[in-house]
């Protein structure tokens, strides 16, 4: 099954949530976004692990031929030792998993055996510490700026000590791992999160929420840049 390439890793990457668009029309909301965008992150809730149920492989599949861009999983999910196989067929090019969970070796390396680009992400008040075991097995390292579960929410600064650690142990280790900072990016929040030092940016509000999504990625990619 190929998998579309992620891109050189550390480079800046805008990537839209569709849990913000049109759940009615999310094939025309990515294709109208495109030309301003890099991935197109996936937000998959099971009711469980977050108090919220959005949409799982079937929607996948029906939106990968619409698109050709890098399909990021976000798995808010408890059990996704069961799901990261039907996403990969679905189409899915990267499943990023929550250490809250446990078992996470296990779950990174099922997710190499898929041939998904591995993550792990962790919850705002989850410290960097439970992450660092993992930075060599990962290619992404999502680190929540909201608690997960709903779009829209404010920015959580505090974060952002973290994502510096993160990147300062990320780089003196050689490693090579994108960071992702996701919840509440728009254009004020994103060069604080590029300057602490992530370079993958979630925005599903700032993009999809606007009257002008394009144009609204556009902004924010331009905003990102000004760290
Ligand atoms: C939150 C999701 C986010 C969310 C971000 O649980 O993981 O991806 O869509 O939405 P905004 O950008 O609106 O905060
Ligand atoms: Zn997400």
Redesign the pocket.
């Known amino acids: 099954m190929s998998k579309v390439d992620a891109g050189p890793t550390g480079e800046l990457r805008i990537a839209p949530?569709i849990?913000?668009a049109d759940f009615g029309s999310l094939s025309k909301a990515i294709k109208l976004v495109d030309e301003e965008t890099d991935w197109l992150?996936v937000?998959v809730?099971d009711g469980h692990f977050?108090p919220?149920i959005t949409i799982g492989p079937p929607v996948v599949k029906s939106l990968r031929p619409y698109s050709n861009k890098f399909f990021d999983c976000?798995l808010?999910i408890t059990e996704p030792e069961k799901y990261l196989e039907p996403f990969a067929k679905a189409g899915a090019d990267g499943c990023t998993v929550h250490v809250e969970i446990g078992h996470t070796a296990e779950l990174l390396e099922q997710c190499r055996e898929l041939g998904l680009r591995v993550g792990l992400a962790a919850n705002p008040d989850t410290p960097f510490d439970k992450v660092a075991p993992f930075l060599d097995q990962i290619d992404l390292l999502l680190l929540?700026t909201?608690?997960?579960?709903?779009?829209?929410?404010s920015?959580i600064a505090d974060v952002m000590p973290k994502v510096e650690l993160a990147r300062r142990e990320i780089n003196a280790a050689g490693l090579s791992v994108d960071i992702e900072v996701?919840?509440?990016?728009?254009t004020t929040t994103a060069p604080i999160a590029v300057g602490a030092g992530a370079n993958v940016l979630?925005?599903?509000?700032?993009i999809f929420?606007q009257s002008e999504p394009l144009a609204a990625a556009a902004r924010l990619r331009d905003a990102a840049r000004t760290k």
Do not use: C, R
């Open positions: 949530s849990l913000s992150h937000d809730m977050v919220n976000h808010m929540m909201v608690f997960p579960g709903f779009g829209g929410q920015f996701d919840g509440g990016i728009d979630v925005a599903g509000n700032a929420a």
